[in-house]
């Protein structure tokens, strides 16, 4: 073969295009390359490299698992390094995996396998010391990974204290990940935002975990599964099943759904039922992983550079499918946010038929060069919003024009604007058809008012017929109006006024949610309920004082303080309450807690055995609240290790400063229960 050659020009350019797609997932969280196009980047590099019979640099993307980790967080070594996985791409791959085994431990029975879902998330490592959580660390390069610890203490699923009889050390490994209904709701709220819509949900979890701010990660509902450890001070049990099942009883999170299998049939019989039953999970999975149960099998099979050689991830076809743009139209949110929406030649996708797929903003558009008449790639995973991955023939003669966003709102005729600093076009109409459609249909919906049998085609017909033009208007509707629309008889007209009375006394958070103030979901709308106990109080609420809410930033503040400045919406609010909807408070508390009603409490420096979040939650729950930064009006300062400037300040103004058993005893436990 000779030198320079097109082998050699090959695997050069391939080692290029591989790194960068490293770099661009796992340092920047923008994926360049879909997940079928690395892997098959990847085996052609394998390939080459194989056959070339040349030195392979040791910085070749076969070389090594993933990429340097991203500054801003320091760096942490694995004791046992964290491997990738041989992939497998069909049965007979499979195959070729057990005949591999077969050979190396010169076995001729049945080989005992266990098959896990192979979790779409972020791999971490965490650290256990006589069952404390004292480190968690990123996957990085496999060998130097990024130290997360403070962000995976927000998630809930992640023990802090491990339970029953623990070892002395534990490296416990698994998947960070993120729900679709989640990943959707999120979706849907920074659409609604007018912001760029997250592009999966393993992107989103990779990104909520590898925030620099653990306040920012807090706010996502991360979630974890544990499939194994590093080190440990003991064994813990002899085959994977087994270490899998100590695990779950030390109150490690672990996939129900893992199982045992006899035989090589057993495992195919397994992938076969995965893949069928991928698109009925709340949660992403790419896959199976394939593992040797045995631990001495393992042990004899060893590993290769980069991978084990006794396990396997079996990779499902990916749920794209080719088809052509018929058109391009315009969706207007409620608030008043247009998003170009792609009418596509219907395709079969993963059991769906898909039609159209968001484009989000005209941005996105414009980046990828979507027109009319294009053949593109759609992508679909599960319930999320299927999605326009990349146009096929972007060098085609007879293309249509580039879209352009219309001047002239298409549900209302008024004018479109693009505001100073943000990616959405947005119809600034408060009577837009659209947007009031938008609007009570949120105000109705589960999250908030939970208004059952107003569903869209209803909200359609009252806001046509001009019956309902803001939410208030709802509670005004008589019997006579709702028998006078489409497919509404005696029962069902009875059913939705009963549905309207009882909607009266929804929990404040919901009342706050169903408002629909920009930037505020659910997570926050819990909050703002906690902290202010009423909406008038909320209402009367200034810039400063939200501030002092922790988590809570300026645009939030912003958005809150507009929204009830507002006339209409002050209108609004005073209909509400004279048709009779009355928010349900909460009981700050127990009898023997109330006494911290509206006391306000700051936190500082390291607790032991109990995180912030955990002291927030106390603290919340016996009705006092916690600001982020000290003043004259705050009562008390909780001050643990390395307590630092807050400190300083609390005793200048004269603020009395609890430590960790004091603020125990004020709470009435009386003892840390950790």
């Given at each position: 073969m000779a030198a320079g050659g097109p082998p050699e020009q090959e695997m050069a350019r391939l080692r290029e295009e591989l790194a960068k797609a490293n770099h661009d997932y796992y340092v920047l969280d923008q994926p360049s390359l879909s997940d079928n196009e690395y892997d098959r980047k990847l085996r052609r590099l394998l390939d080459?490299?194989?056959?070339?019979?040349?030195?392979?640099p040791p910085d070749s993307p076969t070389q090594r698992v993933g990429a340097q980790p991203a500054e801003g967080?320091?760096?942490?070594?694995?004791?046992?390094?964290?491997?990738?996985?041989?992939?497998?791409?069909?049965?007979?791959?499979?195959?070729?995996?057990?005949?591999?085994?077969?050979?190396f431990l010169d076995l001729e029975g049945e080989i005992g396998y266990v098959?896990?879902?192979?979790?779409?998330?972020?791999?971490?490592?965490?650290?256990?010391?006589?069952?404390?959580?004292?480190?968690?660390?990123?996957?990085?390069?496999?060998?130097?990974?990024?130290?997360?610890?403070?962000?995976?203490?927000?998630?809930?699923?992640?023990?802090?204290?491990?339970?029953?009889?623990?070892?002395?050390?534990?490296?416990?490994?698994?998947?960070v990940f993120i729900d679709r209904s989640h990943f959707n709701r999120l979706n849907r709220e920074r659409e609604e935002e007018g912001e760029r819509a997250y592009a999966?949900?393993?992107?989103?979890?990779?990104?909520?975990?590898?925030?620099?701010?653990?306040?920012?990660?807090?706010?996502?509902?991360?979630?974890?599964?544990?499939?194994?450890?590093?080190?440990?001070?003991?064994?813990?049990?002899?085959?994977?099943?087994?270490?899998?099942?100590?695990?779950?009883?030390?109150?490690?999170?672990?996939?129900?759904?893992?199982r045992e299998c006899p035989g090589l049939a057993a495992v195919l019989d397994y992938c076969q039922e995965m893949e069928e039953k991928r698109h009925d999970l709340d949660y992403e999975i790419d896959g199976v992983v394939i593992k040797v149960d045995d631990f001495g099998l393992?042990?004899?099979?060893?590993?290769?550079?980069?991978?084990?050689?006794?396990?396997?991830?079996?990779?499902?076809?990916?749920?794209?499918?080719?088809?052509?743009?018929?058109?391009?139209?315009?969706?207007?949110?409620?608030?008043?946010?247009?998003?170009?929406?792609?009418?596509?030649?219907?395709?079969?996708?993963?059991?769906?038929?898909?039609?159209?797929?968001?484009?989000?903003?005209l941005d996105e558009v414009e980046r990828k060069d979507v027109r009319v008449g294009d053949r593109v790639l759609v992508r679909r995973a599960g319930e999320v919003i299927p999605e326009v991955v990349k146009v096929l023939d972007p060098d085609r003669e007879d293309r249509a024009?580039?879209?352009?966003?219309?001047?002239?709102?298409?549900?209302?005729?008024?004018e479109v604007v693009r505001l100073p600093g943000e990616v959405a076009h947005r119809c600034l109409n408060l009577a837009c058809p659209a947007i009031v459609k938008e609007s009570i249909r949120h105000f109705a919906a589960k999250s908030g008012l939970d208004i059952e049998g107003l569903g869209p085609k209803l909200v359609e017909q009252l806001v046509d017929r001009g019956l309902v033009k803001d939410p208030a208007d709802l509670f005004r509707l008589t019997r006579e109006d709702l028998l006078s629309l489409e497919r509404m008889a005696d029962k069902s007209v009875q059913n939705l006024l009963s549905a309207l009375e009882a909607a009266k006394h929804r929990p404040l958070p919901r009342v706050i949610n169903a408002l629909g103030i920009r930037?505020?979901?659910?997570?926050?709308?819990?909050?703002?309920?906690?902290?202010?106990?009423?909406?008038?109080?909320?209402?009367?609420?200034?810039?400063?004082?939200?501030l002092a809410i922790e988590g809570l930033g300026p645009q939030v503040a912003e958005s809150l303080v507009k929204f009830f400045a507002n006339p209409a919406n002050q209108e609004l609010l005073r209909r509400l309450e004279e048709l009779g909807v009355k928010p349900v408070v909460e009981e700050p508390g127990q009898a023997g807690r109330t006494a911290l009603s509206g006391k306000s409490f700051v936190l500082t420096g390291r607790l032991e055995g109990l995180t912030r979040a955990e002291a927030?939650?106390?603290?919340?729950?016996?009705?006092?609240?916690?600001?982020?930064?000290?003043?004259?009006?705050?009562?008390?300062?909780?001050?643990?290790?390395?307590?630092?400037?807050?400190?300083?300040?609390?005793?200048?103004?004269?603020?009395?400063?609890?430590?960790?058993?004091?603020?125990?005893?004020?709470?009435?436990?009386?003892?840390?229960?950790?």
């Open positions: 080459l490299e194989q056959a070339s019979g040349l030195p392979i967080f320091e760096t942490v070594r694995h004791a046992v390094p964290m491997l990738s996985l041989e992939n497998a791409f069909d049965f007979d791959e499979v195959r070729e995996f057990e005949a591999r085994v077969r050979r098959c896990e879902p192979k979790m779409d998330g972020l791999a971490v490592e965490l650290v256990y010391r006589r069952g404390l959580l004292v480190r968690a660390a990123t996957r990085g390069d496999g060998v130097i990974g990024e130290d997360v610890t403070h962000n995976v203490r927000t998630i809930r699923q992640v023990p802090l204290r491990l339970m029953g009889s623990v070892p002395e050390l534990l490296e416990a490994r698994g998947e999966n949900p393993r992107n989103l979890a990779a990104g909520s975990l590898r925030q620099l701010d653990p306040r920012i990660t807090a706010a996502r509902p991360l979630r974890f599964f544990c499939y194994g450890a590093g080190r440990a001070s003991e064994t813990l049990a002899g085959a994977q099943a087994g270490l899998l099942r100590v695990l779950a009883g030390l109150g490690l999170p672990v996939n129900g759904l893992f393992q042990e004899r099979l060893g590993e290769k550079s980069r991978s084990p050689r006794w396990a396997l991830a079996y990779k499902f076809a990916p749920a794209e499918e080719a088809t052509t743009v018929r058109e391009i139209l315009v969706s207007v949110g409620r608030t008043g946010v247009l998003t170009p929406v792609a009418l596509l030649t219907p395709v079969f996708i993963s059991g769906a038929t898909v039609s159209r797929a968001s484009l989000h903003n024009e580039p879209f352009a966003m219309p001047l002239v709102c298409p549900s209302c005729g008024s930037s505020v979901g659910e997570h926050l709308a819990l909050a703002l309920a906690r902290e202010f106990g009423s909406l008038e109080g909320l209402a009367k609420a200034d810039r400063e004082r939200l927030k939650a106390l603290i919340q729950r016996a009705g006092g609240r916690v600001a982020s930064s000290v003043s004259q009006k705050t009562d008390y300062l909780v001050a643990g290790e390395e307590a630092g400037s807050k400190l300083t300040k609390a005793r200048e103004l004269g603020v009395e400063v609890l430590d960790q058993e004091g603020l125990l005893a004020l709470l009435g436990r009386g003892e840390n229960n950790g």
